[in-house]
């Protein structure tokens, strides 16, 4: 099992550009997770998906932000445009829907915009 | 709603001091507890969970017990090692409503173990 796969794992872009985190989960897994992390405001849940859908968005700071899971193994996570403010490491995680819920994290993309 | 509050760090021990990092819950509904521990550069990962109350959820010499009487649920090692230096994070999972599936998490407490 890889678990969760991540890409890019480091991303340096300017003001103003698209960006785009991809996130591969662990076959089999129900739901999936994007997290941001910061220093100032720590681990913040943006959105998650059962089974593909959108359960709860109400995480995404504003309409610069969206994510979509067109299949079980991918799921995208979209800015734009980029601002400064949006430097973070964006963690995508996924789960079971059974058992005591143990999510499974990937390494993590860390997004610089200068 | 439901929260988690770990005590505030950065905690910094000497190898083989006894490590304690608080944490206490909010919750709705009961709740399944977690510890999860972030080492540098990486993802966060388990380190254990308690699924009930008086539970004790343990691994690689860390301990937590699920006290629902005082909604808490300590970390504890006897002993660290410097490679325990990490950020840890208290979670909790609300079985009931429309929020299954979601870990709402504390704030971390960086921890950092000299030699």
């Known amino acids: 099992d890889a678990g969760v796969i991540q890409s890019p794992r480091h991303e340096v872009t300017e003001m103003g550009q698209e960006v785009t985190l991809r996130c591969k989960p662990i076959?089999?897994?129900?739901?999936l997770f994007w997290y941001r992390q910061t220093m100032m405001r720590g681990l913040e849940l943006l959105i998650y998906?059962?089974?593909?859908?959108?359960?709860?968005d109400s995480g995404m700071p504003e309409d610069r932000f969206s994510a979509k899971m067109p299949n079980a193994s991918f799921s995208t996570l979209k800015i734009q445009p980029s601002e400064p403010r949006d430097s973070a490491v964006y963690f995508c995680?996924?789960?079971?829907?059974?058992?005591?819920?143990?999510?499974?994290f990937g390494a993590g993309s860390r997004l610089t915009v200068l | 709603g439901d929260s988690v509050t770990q005590m505030e760090g950065p905690v910094t021990l000497s190898e083989e001091a006894f490590l304690t990092i608080n944490c206490t819950y909010t919750?709705?509904?009961?709740?399944?507890l977690f510890w999860y521990v972030q080492y540098p550069g990486e993802g966060l990962q388990l380190l254990l969970k308690?699924?009930?109350?008086?539970d004790k959820g343990s691994n690689k010499g860390f301990e937590a017990t699920y006290r629902k009487e005082t909604t808490s649920f300590h970390l504890e090692k006897g002993s660290v090692q410097v490679s325990d230096s990490a950020v840890y994070f208290c979670?909790?999972?609300?079985?009931?409503?429309?929020?299954?599936?979601?870990?709402?998490f504390g704030q971390g407490t960086i921890l950092t173990v000299h030699p």
């Open positions: 995680a996924s789960s079971r829907a059974r058992g005591a819920n143990v999510l499974t």
């Open positions: 076959s089999g897994h129900d739901y």
């Open positions: 998906f059962n089974n593909n859908v959108p359960i709860d």
């Open positions: 919750a709705t509904g009961y709740p399944s």
């Open positions: 308690a699924t009930k109350a008086d």
């Open positions: 979670a909790l999972s609300d079985p009931g409503g429309t929020s299954y599936g979601k870990l709402t």
